[in-house]
């Protein structure tokens, strides 16, 4: 049986020094700059949601947190501005949408949500520009590519576009100009489309699809240049590293690719850079470890740094499934997919290395998954 747990805190009011009616001095409303983390819970179909503090890393639950979504809630993605949050319902074949509460974090289903997708959704990203939402639905072998309301949230279906012949994609990454999306195939193979940025449709890059050199590709993430592409690969213990060519969108090997992992790594499953793309964290389901890579933002290249892969906690055992870090670079966040939990940890901008904090872990649902964070800034 699933267990739907329900947690109500209040949350501190935020204090008007001026007269007590939520506005400044001057009568404008104070600005926000909040930060919430929503965690996808698929044994409960449910997202639990935290406020972070900015200044300790600490996180608080939202009123209302655990909120429903659907069945086998896997995946979470955030409009880049910061109003809509998005969750793949995996055993449903559904997207259920949500408008975020800027000063509380707490989440409202959006009308006409869950939107149909496909069998198996199994991992959402949304375009920088926020005008269109993309899903990875795995039996399928297809990616569903979806318009976005600006002011509503809802979704629009646009098309569904296949991959090969048995392709199974597991997750899609777009270049941060929006022109270029790539879905890992989960078997060895990468597929690249470009996107029309006026209608989302998709239509394949030159020399797609492309052979990785490694097994089971898992997660895939653009650089901020967009100028590299790299897919972790779970059986192999090594990470793919491509060069995109800026006018076709087409898929090079960089030298030295794949990038191996240490010999402890095992089970590669998130890839995530911090804000300055200084370093590459690779989480480790199977080892319940991180790797962490320095990245050369002129060559491409990863080197993994000293002392890595670091162990996470082993007891108990947590599984580590995605990482997530803040926008502001100090602090990153980890589902745990076996003890059904959260840690926390502080990021040393100089060297790359983490340390969890004296708070953590969180719990949240049976069997998390797919986590983001959503910073609102108003």
């Not at 559904?94 to 000063?103: E, L, R, V, W, Y």
């Not at 933002?297 to 599984?319: A, D, L």
């Amino acid at each position: 049986m699933r267990r739907h747990g329900a947690t109500l805190l209040a949350l501190t009011a935020f204090l008007n020094m001026a007269c007590g009616n939520g506005r400044d001095g001057d009568g404008n409303t104070p600005p926000i700059d909040n930060s919430f983390l929503y965690v996808a819970s698929q044994a409960v179909d449910t997202v639990s949601a935290f406020k972070i503090d900015t200044t300790t890393g600490a996180l608080t639950p939202v009123p209302g947190s655990p909120f429903t979504a659907g069945d086998g809630a896997k995946w979470v993605a955030i409009a880049p501005s910061g109003k809509f949050a998005y969750v793949a319902n995996y055993e449903a074949g559904t997207i259920s949408a949500f408008a975020i509460d800027a000063s509380s974090g707490a989440l409202e289903a959006v009308a006409g949500s869950p939107f149909q997708a496909a069998p198996y959704v199994a991992f959402l990203t949304v375009h920088p520009s926020g005008e269109f939402l993309y899903a990875a639905n795995y039996y399928s072998g297809s990616i569903s590519a979806f318009s976005v309301d600006g002011v509503t949230g809802a979704l629009r279906r646009v098309s569904g576009f296949g991959l090969g012949m048995g392709s199974q994609p597991l997750c899609a990454a777009i270049d941060p100009s929006g022109r270029y999306l790539y879905a890992p195939d989960d078997f060895v193979d990468v597929y690249g489309f470009q996107i029309d940025t006026t209608s989302g449709w998709l239509t394949p890059v030159s020399g797609s699809p492309i052979r990785t050199g490694g097994i089971h590709p898992s997660y895939a993430v653009v650089d901020q240049s967009g100028l590299f592409l790299y897919v972790s690969n779970y059986y192999s213990r090594n990470i793919d590293g491509f060069a995109i060519d800026a006018s076709s969108g087409a898929l090079t090997p960089l030298s030295g690719s794949p990038f191996p992992l240490g010999e402890v790594a095992a089970g590669s499953m998130a890839i995530v850079f911090d804000p300055a793309f200084r370093f590459a964290y690779v989480v480790n389901l199977d080892s319940s470890s991180f790797s962490i890579f320095a990245f050369d933002s002129f060559s491409g290249t990863m080197t993994e740094i000293p002392g890595s892969p670091f162990r996470f906690r082993m007891e108990p055992f947590p599984g580590p499934a995605l990482m997530a870090i803040h926008p502001a670079g100090r602090f990153a966040y980890v589902s745990n997919f076996f003890s059904d939990d959260v840690a926390a940890y502080a990021l040393d901008a100089d060297t790359g290395l983490m340390t969890e904090l004296a708070h953590s872990p969180y719990p949240v649902g049976d069997e998390p998954v797919g986590l983001a964070i959503a910073r609102i800034r108003r």
